[in-house]
């Protein structure tokens, strides 16, 4: 799937988050995801808050791994496991660079650095395994 379908599809099946989450590259088991950080994804102290961060991951790890299968809306989270390395910036979008490390028959495993954008350092870094449904 290019990055208009993985766009269109998100829309079709999930259009209450959609518009969080912009697909920039796509590729070989890899993909680049954009969440545009605005004031509802911070928490006290200036930061964004963990679960806008693990939805990027997740979000980011699907996506990824339908680029390879095809647009299959019951592919479902089984496991995930985040580090938070450092504060994001408040305001400043973030990007996750995903990458599918294995794409069997019933799973799929990814791995996913978030930086805020414009930072060398990651901010969080997630691996994250989805169940397939069955053909």
């Known amino acids: 799937m290019t990055a208009q379908d993985l ?12 518009n969080d989450f912009i697909v920039e590259e796509v590729g070989g088991g890899k993909i680049r995801v954009r969440m545009a950080v605005g004031e509802r994804h911070l928490r006290p102290g200036g930061t964004v808050s963990g679960p806008s961060m693990f939805a990027l991951a ?26 938070f390395m450092r504060k994001p910036i ?6 996750a660079y995903a990458t599918v490390l294995k ?6 495993v990814t791995d996913v650095l978030i930086h805020s954008h414009g930072m060398d350092q990651p901010v969080a870094r997630a691996t994250l395994t989805y169940a397939i449904p069955p053909r």
């Open 7 to 18: 766009m269109a599809f998100m829309v079709a099946e999930f259009d209450q988050v959609a």
């Open 58 to 83: 997740d979000v980011s790890a699907y996506l990824a791994t339908l680029a390879l299968i095809g647009p299959k809306a019951l592919a479902v989270t089984t496991n995930c496991s985040i580090d």
């Open 90 to 95: 408040a305001g400043v979008d973030l990007v």
């Open 103 to 108: 794409l069997g028959k019933l799973l799929s």
